[in-house]
C-alpha cells in the first residue's frame, strides 16, 4: 500500500488538491503528502512564478484545498527566471518556520539551477532542497547526464515522474514491434538523426522490458517500476492511474526484486546515447 501522495495547485486548476483532500482528511498521519507552486493560476501579475506573494498565497490555497494545516513535501514546480531564487528561498524558509511546511523539494530543474539554490540556501542559513522529482524511466534517462550523480552527492531524494514513459512501458502498448514497414522504416533505415535513433531504441527497450516480463510472470509496468526501485538514489517513482486495477498492477512493482542480470541488461539497453540532445527541460522553460 503506497502512502506518498504527489499533486499541485495548478492540476485541474485545483481539483486535484480539493480530491485528495477529501481522500486523505480521515488518514491525514498516515500520508507523506507533497504539492508545487509555481505555474499560473489566474491572471493576476502574482498568479505565477516564486513573489513571495505568490508563494504564501500558493501555500494558503492549497492547505485549504487539502484540508490540512501542513504539507509534507513542498516543491517548486519549475525553475522562475524572474524571481531572484534567494526570495523564494527565504520564503519557504519562513513557512517551514511557521510549521505550514515540513521539507523542500523541487521539480524539473537543471543541475545548475539545484546547485544554485543548495548554495543560496547554504550561504544565508535557509532550508535547503531534500528531494528534486524529474521526469525518469528507462525510456527517459535525461537526468543521468549531471542531476543524478548531484542528488547522489548532496543527499537529494528523487522522486521520478512518467516512470512508465507516458503508457509506453505499459500494456498500454502490447504488441508493438519495431517498426519494420513503410515510410517510417525507411525514414529509420536512411536518417541518423537523433529522433529516429531515440525511437528505434525505445523500442528495444520496451521489447526487452516485455521478454523478462513475460520470464518472471510481472507485468511490464511493475518490471519497469522496479527498476527505477533498485536503481541508486531513487526513493519514490510518482505513478498515476486511472482506475483501482492499474493501481493494484502498479504497486505490485513493490516486495520483490529484479536480478542482477535483469537488471543490468535493462540498464544498459536503456543508457543514453551520448549525442542524445540536453533539451527536454530547456525547452519546457522556454515555453512558460
Not at 513571495?52 to 485549504?64: M, N, Q, T, W
Not at 525505445?202 to 516485455?210: L, R
Request: aromatic share 10%.
Amino acid at each position: 500500500m503506497g502512502n506518498f501522495i504527489d499533486t499541485a495547485d495548478v492540476y485541474v486548476v485545483g481539483t486535484s488538491e480539493e480530491i485528495v483532500g477529501k481522500a486523505i482528511k480521515d488518514k491525514r498521519q498516515d500520508v507523506i503528502l507533497a504539492t508545487k507552486v509555481r505555474m499560473k493560476v489566474g491572471d493576476r501579475p502574482n498568479d505565477v512564478g516564486y513573489s513571495p506573494k505568490r508563494v504564501v498565497d500558493g501555500i494558503e490555497a492549497s492547505l485549504r484545498r487539502l484540508q490540512t494545516d501542513y504539507v509534507d513535501l513542498y516543491q517548486l514546480h519549475v525553475w522562475d527566471h524572474l524571481t531572484p531564487i534567494e526570495e523564494t528561498l527565504r520564503t519557504l524558509d519562513d513557512l517551514i518556520s511557521s510549521s505550514k511546511v515540513r521539507y523542500i523539494g523541487c521539480a524539473n530543474f537543471l543541475a545548475w539551477q539545484v546547485m544554485k539554490s543548495l548554495s543560496v540556501s547554504e550561504q544565508k542559513g535557509f532550508a535547503k532542497f531534500i528531494s528534486i522529482q524529474p521526469q525518469y524511466s528507462l525510456i527517459n534517462r535525461e537526468m543521468d547526464r549531471e542531476v543524478m550523480s548531484l542528488c547522489l552527492e548532496e543527499g537529494m531524494g528523487v522522486l521520478p515522474w512518467g516512470p512508465l514513459g507516458s503508457g509506453f512501458l505499459t500494456r498500454k502498448y502490447e504488441g508493438l514491434e519495431t517498426p519494420s514497414f513503410g515510410r517510417l522504416s525507411q525514414g529509420l533505415q536512411g536518417e541518423s538523426s537523433w529522433e529516429n535513433k531515440g525511437l528505434v531504441r525505445n523500442f528495444k527497450i520496451v521489447n526487452k522490458v516485455k521478454e523478462i516480463a513475460s520470464q518472471i510472470e510481472k507485468t511490464p509496468a511493475q518490471v519497469a517500476l522496479n527498476w527505477l526501485l533498485m536503481k541508486e538514489g531513487v526513493t519514490s517513482p510518482i505513478f498515476g492511474a486511472r482506475t483501482l486495477e492499474q493501481y493494484r498492477e502498479n504497486i505490485g512493482a513493490v516486495g520483490w526484486k529484479l536480478s542482477h542480470e535483469h537488471f543490468t541488461e535493462l540498464d544498459k539497453i536503456s543508457a543514453l546515447p551520448s549525442e542524445y540532445p540536453n533539451h527536454f527541460i530547456e525547452k519546457f522553460q522556454r515555453s512558460l
